[in-house]
Structure formats: C-alpha cells, structure tokens
C-alpha cells in the first residue's frame, strides 16, 4: 500500500507508476486529499481532507475477455456495498457503479482499464468513499458512513474491510461470473420498480429488467418496449 497525503488523483498516480514498469495485483494507492479527484462522466469527486477514503487499486484481470470486462466492475461494486451495509441500510448500487444508501449517494467508483490487443493489460479502480464527512457543498445528494450511522468510523478499518472482500469476489470472476452477475443485478437501485428515466428521445416511465455481460442497462418502458443502453445514455431522474 502506498499512501500520500495529497494527489491530484490517485487514479492518475497509479497509471504513473503502471507506466514506469509491472505493477503486483491489489497495489493501493490512499491519499488524505485529492486537488482533482475524478468521477464517472467527466465529473469530479469533491472530498473533505482526512475525513473520507479516497483510494485506488491496480490490478491485471487479463483472464477476463474484453466483452466481458464489466464484470470487474460489479465485483468492486457488491464488494463496496456490502462494506458499506456492515453500517447502514439500505445499500444498493446505482448502475453502473455508484454506492447508494437510500437515495443518496455514499460511493463512486471510476475504473480506467488499459487494453492490449485482446486482453485487459492493467485496471485502475479508483474509489471515494465518504465516511466521516457531515458537510457537502455543490453536490446534490451526498451522505457519508458518519451521518448514516451517527457516529465517527475508523478509515484504515473499513479499508480493510473493502480490500479483503474485493479480493475474494476478484478471484471468483472466472469461475463464479453468473453469481456476481445475479448478486449485482439483485442489488440495483430501483431495480424493478417503474420510475422516470431521460435519455435522448426525451423522458419515459421504464423499469431496469436487467444488465447485460457488457454493462448495457436493460429498460422495459411503459409500452413493453426493451431499451438498452451504455454508460452516459440515459439518466435516472431523482
């Protein structure tokens, strides 16, 4: 584990040391601030200093092909929130990779995966995870572990926490793939339940039905008609 008191990024700082030579499986890299932490979407993820868990791992999932890589994805994803259950309810995860605790959000994932011809060479999963933070400004639905729970967690606790089931759903991508499928798809936010979605046709009412191997969301609208969609195409309306 490498931590610093103050990165721009970590995912940034990790694919430095990625491009400086062989990086092992499960290198972290924790920092106390990041000056441009970012998010899904070209977002950036805003954190108070010392208060929170802003973190990124490295690793070398070169066993999974590349049209199935989301599975990487929904590995941290139920790693997180279970991590995150362990202190409050309900925890869900709001496609394709945000933690959420009722209807706000406690966790963003931003996974950066470098290809080499057909395989995934290198994955950057960086995490921000608000734990002991109670004020937010400029985003519209955080929350942390601390105003969830009501009391001050331990970081380095809930790191470990994270790091040991992440590496055991890690090592179960190839050979438990339909379980962590079927174990994301159970623990969407809104899954099932007919809600407002945007996309660029404008809003309908739709329902999530499922996520496919590549990470296409699958959306029956009001009509019965099946709408997939990547990453950016549509939008939850909260």
């Known amino acids: 584990m490498i931590k610093i008191e103050e990165l721009c990024s970590t995912n940034d700082y990790a694919s ?37 868990l802003l973190f990124s791992i490295i690793v070398h999932p070169t066993e999974i092909p590349i049209k199935e890589q989301f599975i990487l994805s929904q590995a941290v994803s139920l790693a997180l929130r279970e991590v995150v259950s362990l202190y409050c309810e309900p925890v869900s995860i709001k496609w394709p990779n945000d933690i959420y605790v009722g209807n706000k959000k406690v ?5 950066e995966n470098s290809i080499r011809e057909k395989e995934i060479e290198t994955a950057i999963i960086g995490i921000g995870l608000n734990i002991n933070q109670l004020g937010f400004e400029g985003v519209p639905n955080p929350t942390s572990l601390r105003a969830e729970s009501g009391h001050e967690l331990n970081r380095d606790e ?8 992440f590496r055991q759903l890690y090592g179960e991508m190839s050979t438990n793939a339909v379980a962590i499928r079927s174990e994301y798809k159970a623990r ?14 404008g809003t309908f009412s739709g329902q ?30 909260l």
């Not at 039905?209 to 959306?219: F, M, R, T």
């Open 16 to 52: 430095e040391i990625v491009s400086k030579g062989f990086v092992p499986d499960f290198t972290a890299i924790v920092t106390e601030f990041q000056t441009k932490g970012r998010g899904q979407r070209g977002n950036y993820w805003v954190s108070e200093a010392g208060q929170n």
């Open 107 to 111: 966790a963003g994932i931003l996974i």
């Open 158 to 165: 809930v790191l470990a926490q994270f790091l040991s089931r």
């Open 188 to 201: 969407l936010y809104e899954y099932g339940k007919m809600r407002q979605y945007k996309d660029a046709t």
């Open 208 to 237: 999530i039905i499922d996520v496919d191997a590549d990470g296409q969301l699958l959306i029956a609208d009001a009509n019965g008609d099946l709408r997939r969609y990547y990453f950016k195409e549509v939008e939850y309306l």
